[in-house]
């Protein structure tokens, strides 16, 4: 008989990076898991069809961040092509100061994220169906933290982010780690951190502009 995996303890999770997960919080978190294994693997927004893959494989590696940012984390992050809404859902259920944009091109992934976020009674959630390009002209400069996981190579996605940027904001991707493209970008940006995740061969890092030699804010209280 195959061993089942042992259940996620968010509250271990959190105390690892300094993140206080209150009872309320693991509940959604826990219903985000299940919902998106029921829903989002259907529609083929997710790969992970089970409660456990999800919370294990998509919402645990997320708790790296907060190795490079201290908690509590709050200003404007947008989640950018956000797919099952994963990355930015987690953000906002862990982060009540933080407005989370999360935005996709494609009508079905805008529709079920907004459903999503509507379930889990989240307010500081907007989504957006639009693509890069188009909210880099109606929203230039307008996030602290923009984050991604999985969006294009490397070079494509800084590139489609960089505009998106307040100017001392930075970018949080979730990548293989030692990706060449994250860990040596190229001219005009640098690395501040990397961190691995709870998932063997991913990273996350977090990276600026090096425009006007700004010093990234920290997103934080």
């Known amino acids: 008989m195959t061993a089942q995996p042992k259940p996620l303890n968010w509250q271990d999770l959190g105390r690892e990076v300094g993140l206080d997960v209150n009872p309320d919080q693991v509940r959604r978190l826990e219903a985000l898991a299940a919902w998106l294994a029921q829903r989002a693997f259907p529609l083929g927004l997710t790969n992970y ?111 489609l982010a960089a505009p998106l940027l307040a100017p001392a904001g930075s970018v949080a991707v979730w990548h293989r780690s030692g990706e060449e493209g994250y860990v040596w970008p190229g001219e005009g940006w640098r690395v501040l951190a990397t961190a691995e995740t709870s998932v063997t061969g991913l990273s996350v890092s977090r990276l600026a502009l090096a425009r006007n030699d700004l010093l990234p804010r920290e997103v934080t209280s």
Request: net charge positive.
């Open 49 to 159: 069809q089970s409660p456990s893959d999800v919370a294990a494989q998509a919402i645990a590696p997320t708790f790296a961040l907060f190795r490079l940012l201290r908690p509590p984390i709050c200003g404007k992050a947008l989640d950018l092509g956000t797919g099952s809404g994963v990355l930015g859902l987690t953000l906002a259920l862990l982060c009540p100061g933080l407005q989370v944009t999360l935005a996709d091109r494609r009508r079905k992934a805008a529709a079920f994220v907004r459903l999503t976020a509507a379930c889990l009674g989240l307010d500081t959630v907007e989504v957006r169906e639009v693509t890069a390009e188009k909210l880099a002209q109606t929203d230039p400069e307008s996030f602290d933290l923009v984050c991604f996981r999985a969006l294009a190579k490397p070079e494509a996605a800084l590139r």
